[in-house]
């Protein structure tokens, strides 16, 4: 997810965005509506904000926290370990391959029933903009870039449903000796799930993964 989102937004568009239509979608400063205000203990407040980008659901989450932002960035793309601290069941979360600042990788979450559990193949990458940290990730085809990881999947979780949109971003910002973290995300999970499930779950999953973050930066950094 990324750190993981439980991606459970209905898309209606009939073909979604391209990666640099939501990238530029989500830059852009308009069109952002405040969805909720979450107190969270040992976070403080969380803001999550909605925005829809070519038909796409995206989400915004916001708080400022007294963490290392480089410590929240080294843990925004530790894949592996995502499973061990993170609130939602994931089953498989592995890195297929990383080249310098950039890596290729999948993870499964494993939904509530009767909603479908759900997978993704994303290319990720790291590092520093100015002086924030930002991890990006975009979905990347594993039909064609990794075939056998994605029958591994299929044949382990023949009932399991590939996100068709998955775009988005973690960034930290340093303020004075806080750090603002920002999570967004635009997603399509696929599938017949209907509007006011994926709503009630944005606004727990966004504040959820601030929060499970947070709370791994502030372990991390008393090691």
Known sequence: MPILSLVLLLAPPAAAATT???????????????????????????LIRHKVIGGTDCLEGSATAAVS??????ISYD?????????????????LKKTGSELDYYQVLDNPPPIADRYWFLRGSYGRQGDDRVFTWELVDPVT???AALAEVKARFPDAVMTAVNVGDWTFSPVGGQTRIRYRICTDAGGNIPRWVGEIAA???LPTNIADAVKEAKKRASK
């Open 145 to 147: 870039t990794w075939p």
């Open 69 to 74: 932002p480089d410590i929240l960035l080294t």
């Open 20 to 46: 640099a239509e939501f990238r530029a979608g989500l830059a852009n400063t308009s069109g952002w509506e405040e969805v909720a205000r979450k107190q969270v203990d040992d976070v403080g407040e969380i």
């Open 203 to 205: 606004k727990s999953t």
């Open 79 to 95: 894949i592996p370990g995502q499973p061990g601290w993170s609130s939602w069941k994931v089953p498989v979360s592995a890195t």
